[in-house]
């Protein structure tokens, strides 16, 4: 069992920036696909944007634009950089890391509020 562990939620205001980070530990991280996914209240979780072993990435249209996924391998941490942030993106912010083949991992969850 991996455990991920992110942080970095916080409550801001519309048009602010916030930055997740999501630590994997144990020498494991440069074989795994990262991404970020969300939940909002009474809603389902949903895909925000991946990051492969590659440096690849892709992003949900909702958020492409505005939201930055990067990864150092050498401190085993993938970080989402979010700017531009609206009401809307207020969710629960879950990082998961998947490899090719077998189970992908999740982290607990960290809550991005953007209110005024």
């Known amino acids: 069992q991996v455990q991920l562990v992110e942080s970095g939620g916080d409550l801001v205001q519309p048009g602010g920036s916030l930055r997740l980070s999501c630590l994997v530990p144990?020498?494991?991280?440069?074989?795994?696909?990262m991404g970020w996914y969300r939940q909002a209240p009474g809603k389902q979780r949903e895909f925000v944007a991946r990051i492969r072993r590659g440096g690849s990435t892709n992003y949900a249209d909702s958020v492409k634009g505005r939201f930055t996924i990067s990864r150092d391998n050498a401190k085993s941490t993938v970080y989402l950089q979010m700017d531009s942030l609206k009401t809307e993106d207020t969710a629960v912010y879950y990082c998961n890391a998947a490899p090719d083949v077998g189970l992908d991992f999740w982290g607990q969850g960290t809550q991005v509020t953007v209110s005024s």
């Open positions: 144990g020498d494991i991280f440069s074989g795994y696909h």
